[in-house]
């Protein structure tokens, strides 16, 4: 069972920036794609950014030109920076491996003046 840690979220001002980053337990991380999810309160969980073992990534169209999404295969951390938050950008965050359906615990992510 793969592992996955995600951290760097916390409360910022509309207009702000914050990196999250997921930290895998497996060194075949390279291996398969990985995602970012989010979950807002009384939604469902929805798809931020995918991006595949050689580096094409789609995004969902809240977020475009706003998030990018990248990974360190040497380090086996997936990342996801973004800018220009919003307050509907709240959620808690989710990394995902699909393949393995692995996901972390949610890091918490609040915008807000």
């Known amino acids: 069972q793969v592992q996955l840690v995600e951290s760097g979220g916390g409360l910022v001002q509309p207009g702000g920036s914050l990196r999250l980053s997921c930290a895998a337990s497996?060194?075949?991380?390279?291996?398969?794609?990985m995602a970012w999810y989010r979950q807002a309160p009384g939604k469902e969980r929805e798809l931020v950014a995918r991006i595949s073992t050689s580096g094409t990534t789609n995004y969902a169209d809240s977020v475009k030109g706003r998030f990018t999404i990248s990974r360190d295969n040497v380090k086996n951390i997936l990342y996801l920076q973004m800018n220009s938050l919003k307050p509907e950008d709240t959620a808690v965050y989710y990394c995902?491996?699909?393949?393995?359906?692995?996901w972390g615990q949610g890091t918490q992510v609040t915008v807000s003046s």
């Open positions: 995902r491996m699909p393949t393995l359906n692995s």
């Open positions: 497996t060194s075949i991380f390279s291996h398969y794609d």
